[in-house]
Structures are given as C-alpha cells and as structure tokens.
C-alpha cells in the first residue's frame, strides 16, 4: 500500500517562479488536504476537497491554487513564488467517517525554499 | 480563539521514565474526537492515538495513553517507559463534529519531546 504519495520531496524555488506539489493517494479516500508547516510550528489548512470537482479554501489559502479532477490526485499549485512560501507541505486524506477514530494519513511532505 | 493548546513548547525526560504532553481544547460541540500525531526529524506525520467524545474510557495504544477529562477539556498524551525514538514533535488534533470534512480538524502547535539517554 502506498498511502499518500508526494512528490515532490525537495525544492527550491526562484521568486516569481511557480511550480505544482503533487499528491496522490491510493485507499479510495473522498477527503483530500494541503496543509503547510512553518518553522517550529503546527499544520495550517490551505485547501481542502471532498471529492473530484468539489474544494475549498482553507486557513490560508492566498498564492495557491488546487484542483481535483480524479478522487485520487490534488494537486497544489504556487504561482509566482514568495518567500513567505517557504515551507513543508503535507498532502493528506481521510475516508469519510461519521464517528469513528479514522484520522489522516499524510504524506510524507515537500520541503519548499523560496529564494 | 486557538481552538488546541499545548502549553509546552519543549520537554525532557529521562530515558525509561514515563511523560505527559499536555493538550487542552475548546469546542462546543458535543461530538468531537481527540488525536494525537508524532512528527519524528524525518517529517512524517504519524497518527498515534485517538480519543472520542462519548468513550467512557481512556484510551489506551501499547505505551500511549490518553488522559481524557472531559470536564476540564483537557486530553494530555502519556507515554510510559520512553525510549530514545519517542523523541520528536507530538501535535494534539481535534475533530468537531461526526466529520473529518475540511476545517473540522484543527492541530495544536506541537510539543518538541527529548528523550535524554
């Protein structure tokens, strides 16, 4: 079993330039997430999806865009690159799960350097 | 308002010895769920333990426990008998709701355990 699949790992990244974070997961999972994690910190929600053709914006959700064309990928997309972009990006998902303990599974993360 | 708050950026404990990583939470929702992630220096995101709203009993994972007290909001991670691999970033997350959709599923700040030899 895969799991999430993230590529990819390393990165670094002109300003101005863009670039596109995939993610693929392969457990049928309807629920699919791109967090990003600064420097000593949490995970913070950029976009989200509940399902090929449905998403949303999350917490911070400026200079990025995401699409889900498949149930299986959703991919993040950076255009014209900041440094304040510079970060870990972690892809997850979840089933859809009423009440039970399911949490996410993640990726293993993108490390993104913007200089 | 931080919905999750682990007031401990950093802790030590001795090799062997048993740990608490505090999490506090706010919600008023009756439906939630509490879990709790180990980030190791490697980066993954690996899903420990969970906790729901209406379980009656703490839950329990090899050497991982949950202080549940639901009262006090407070869902603290115990680990016995620490090794030096449990050190890394803990995260405490919640689910409000019945449902993992989207912003229902928030993530504390992290506490950096080390785990002295």
């Known amino acids: 079993n895969a799991g999430v699949t993230q590529t990819p790992k390393f990165r670094i990244l002109k300003i101005g330039q863009s670039m596109t974070l995939q993610c693929a997961q392969d457990?049928?999972?309807?629920?699919m997430y791109w967090y990003r994690q600064d420097p000593g910190m949490g995970l913070k929600l950029i976009y989200y999806?509940?399902?090929?053709?449905?998403?949303d914006k999350g917490e911070v959700p400026n200079g990025y865009n995401v699409s889900r064309s498949t149930t299986e990928d959703f991919p993040l997309r950076l255009e014209l690159a900041a440094p304040s972009q510079t970060s870990v990006y972690f892809c997850?998902?979840?089933?859809?799960?009423?009440?039970?303990?399911?949490?996410?599974?993640f990726g293993s993360g993108t490390r993104l350097t913007v200089v | 308002a931080q919905k999750i708050t682990q007031t401990q950026p950093g802790m030590f404990v001795q090799e062997k010895e048993a740990v608490t990583l505090d999490c506090t939470y706010d919600?008023?929702?009756?439906?939630?769920?509490l879990f709790w992630y180990k980030q190791p220096s490697s980066g993954e995101m690996i899903f420990l333990i969970y906790?729901?709203?209406?379980?009656?009993q703490n839950a329990t994972e090899g050497r991982y426990s949950l202080n549940f007290q639901k009262a006090r909001k407070s869902a603290n991670l115990v680990i016995s008998a620490s090794q030096l691999g449990d050190s890394a970033m803990y995260f405490c997350?919640?689910?409000?709701?019945?449902?993992?959709?989207?912003?229902?599923?928030?993530f504390g700040p992290g506490t950096r355990l080390s785990v002295l030899p």
């Open positions: 919600t008023s929702d009756p439906s939630y769920g």
């Open positions: 997350a919640m689910r409000e709701g019945r449902d993992n959709y989207g912003q229902n599923f928030v």
């Open positions: 999806s509940v399902g090929a053709g449905i998403t």
């Open positions: 457990m049928n999972h309807n629920y």
């Open positions: 997850a998902s979840s089933p859809i799960s009423v009440g039970t303990n399911y949490g996410y599974t």
């Open positions: 906790q729901g709203s209406y379980d009656q």
